[in-house]
């Protein structure tokens, strides 16, 4: 524990390319552009396929391939087409982004009271407008419960991107692996245990600020009964 508190305390490990600022940046710009990439695409697509009925059984496989194939693995494949650095392991954060944020998005969108879609199509409401203003207030907090899921899982993953020369917190961990300098490994593993921890933290906050008290606990947590696919529904033009 002494030899610990000393990597910490040692100035060293404080300044230049390589040191805890530097790579605290690093880690950070790397898994908030890979999470907001994610949700770029899943949003949209999940809205999309929760509001039609549409793909329903390829967002299914979508989750669940996620979560089967390793993390490592997402890193290693793209290495013979973009070689080691930050944008292999840009890609690979993002598709790890992609399966919770995909799959919260078509939940919280199958869990909207269907007669209160209804309700609005009955006001003469168009399907983007039942999108914007019925089902997506309504859908919020299953969505954003997926972002912070994905945020964190991408968080602790962008350690690994340190195997592949992505830098940012893993460095620490994989010097330390390779020098045998227990301390440094350890330090390294409290910060990226940290960060998560702010993380969760964080979009917890994000999350109780963005979605309205009025709409807390309209929309219950998906449960895996909500994940089978619906008939697919027509959208008018």
């Given amino acids: 524990m002494d030899a610990i508190v000393a990597w910490f305390l040692d100035p060293a490990n404080w300044t230049g390319s390589s040191g805890i600022p530097n790579r605290l940046v690093e880690h950070v710009v790397l898994s908030g552009l890979a999470v907001l990439a994610g949700a770029a695409i899943a949003v ?3 809205l999309f396929i929760g509001h039609t009925g549409r793909g329903a059984v390829a967002t299914i496989a979508v989750g669940n391939l996620g979560r089967a194939v390793p993390s490592y693995a997402m890193l290693v494949i793209f290495v013979p087409v973009l ?9 690979a954060l993002v598709l790890l ?51 912070r899921v994905a945020a964190v ?30 301390p440094q490994l350890v330090a390294g593993a409290l910060l990226v245990a940290g960060l998560a921890v702010i993380t969760e933290r964080f979009m917890t906050l994000l999350e109780d600020r963005a979605v309205s008290p009025g709409l807390r606990g309209i929309t219950r947590r998906p449960s895996p009964a909500d994940l089978a696919p619906p008939a697919p529904a027509a959208w008018p033009g």
């Fill in 83 to 91: 070689g080691i650095g930050f944008p292999n392991a840009f890609v």
């Fill in 153 to 182: 899982q991408v968080v602790a993953t962008a350690t690994l991107a340190a195997l592949v020369g992505g830098g940012a917190l893993g460095r620490f961990i994989a010097d330390g692996f390779a020098q045998q300098d227990r």
């Fill in 97 to 147: 982004a992609l399966p919770p944020i995909l799959t919260n998005t078509y939940a919280g969108m199958r869990e909207v009271d269907r007669d209160m879609v209804e309700a609005g199509r009955g006001m003469g409401m168009r399907e983007w407008q039942l999108l914007r203003r019925v089902e997506l207030p309504l859908a919020l907090p299953v969505v954003l419960a997926g972002v």
């Fill in 44 to 46: 949209p697509l999940g």
